[in-house]
């Protein structure tokens, strides 16, 4: 009840904000791209004293974030040329974060919504005229938590018409983000889709499971923490009991970002014989190295562990015959990125064990622009 009242009356103030229920309320189109990918935000808000357009991954957001008042009572900023993608973004009004109204597009995190607006001009990236594979929300009960879980899971053009049987790619997302980002602001879906019809891709059934098992935000993945227990309990016998995948270790790979490519090296390691493809994207061993966030001292080390995350998985880090086995181990972070030494580092430990590592430093920080280009660069490389 209490709940109910708190929205009820941020409703009535946001409506009164925005002089919502106005008669002469100004038509409003937001956002508006335009022929030279420039983004037009624009926000109806004529009792608004200050308003200002939030959005991590937009360039240019630190110096063009506040909006300018019109006559009519709109707030409106113009940013870009913008580079092709999809841009998450929110409204501040009056020190309240809001959707865009007029924009019914929007991308999950883990405990909150984004507006979302697509830059079209990706061959990769943008909806082409080609076959599309399909994305469904998935409910499963996890045995390892004793509650209902929710995961994303893509598959191919024609899966459903078909009997055959695809290898399976499990791609985890990062910290603050939910199982739908992926296929939202990272554009999976149409990134495969895209890729499978110019014949760079192997049709593939994609599994992007929910990250977080809990409210908060970044965790350090361990070994025994409750994310690999539901993963490796849960979700890989869930896929592999529900859809057609193929279940050899040259027919699984799997990658993450940022904290997913903490999780996936946690996940990977000791289970090297499930997995013959790893990608890290933006990430390493945070558990083994020193973080500094951008704005931030070096985060304090965690404490020493006893026996050490190398010490633990020393079995696997010599094992030759697994190293055989892995086709692919693949790093990327961009140069500007803050966990750009943690990736560097990690990269070193797994070649001093002998681990055929490939490693892509490129432009650009821990953003969308980043991750999904090199979902792009890494989805050929599998199954091949």
Do not use: C
Not at 59 to 74: E, H, L, R, S, Y
Not at 316 to 339: C, H, Q, R, V, Y
Request: net charge neutral.
């Amino acid at each position: 009840m209490e709940q109910t009242i708190r929205i009820v009356v941020a409703t009535a103030w946001l409506a009164a904000l925005v002089g919502a229920q106005a008669p002469q309320r100004p038509s409003v189109v937001s956002p508006e791209v335009t022929s030279d990918r420039r983004v037009v935000f624009r926000l109806a808000a004529s009792n608004a004293e200050a308003v200002k357009l939030n959005g991590g991954d937009i360039p240019g957001i630190n110096q063009g974030g506040a909006m300018t008042k019109g006559d009519n009572g709109v707030w409106e900023v113009t940013l870009g040329p913008l580079e092709p993608g999809a841009y998450r973004y929110t409204f501040n009004v009056g020190g309240l974060s809001v959707v865009d109204p007029r924009n019914p597009a929007i991308s999950e995190s883990n405990n909150n919504v984004w507006s979302l607006v697509v830059v079209p001009g990706s061959e990769v990236m943008d909806m082409k005229d080609v076959q599309h594979g399909a994305v469904a929300a998935v409910t499963y009960q996890s045995a390892a938590l004793g509650r209902a879980r929710r995961m994303h899971v893509y598959t191919p053009p024609g899966y459903e018409k078909g009997s055959a049987k695809y290898p399976v790619f499990y791609l985890l997302h990062g910290a603050g983000d939910s199982d739908e980002a992926w296929t939202s602001v990272g554009r999976a879906g149409f990134i495969i889709d895209n890729l499978i019809a110019t014949g760079k891709a192997k049709p593939m059934i994609i599994v992007m499971p929910a990250g977080h098992t809990n409210s908060g935000g970044f965790r350090v993945p361990t070994r025994g923490d409750e994310f690999m227990k539901d993963f490796v309990g849960d979700v890989m016998p869930y896929v592999e009991s529900h859809y057609r995948v193929l279940t050899d270790r040259a027919s699984r790979a799997i990658a993450g970002l940022s904290m997913g490519g903490g999780q996936t090296l946690t996940i990977a390691t000791p289970h090297l014989d499930k997995f013959a493809y790893v990608g890290v994207f933006s990430a390493g061993l945070f558990n083994m190295f020193q973080v500094r966030r951008p704005g931030a001292a070096t985060a304090p080390a965690p404490p020493p562990q006893s026996p050490t995350w190398e010490e633990q998985n020393l079995k696997t880090l010599d094992n030759a015959a697994l190293k055989k086995g892995l086709k692919l181990m693949w790093f990327s972070t961009g140069k500007e990125d803050f966990l750009l030494e943690t990736t560097r580092q990690s990269v070193d430990l797994f070649k001093k064990h002998g681990f055929p590592v490939v490693y892509e430093e490129s432009g650009g920080g821990h953003t969308w622009l980043n991750w999904r280009a090199y979902l792009t660069q890494f989805a050929p490389m599998l199954f091949q």
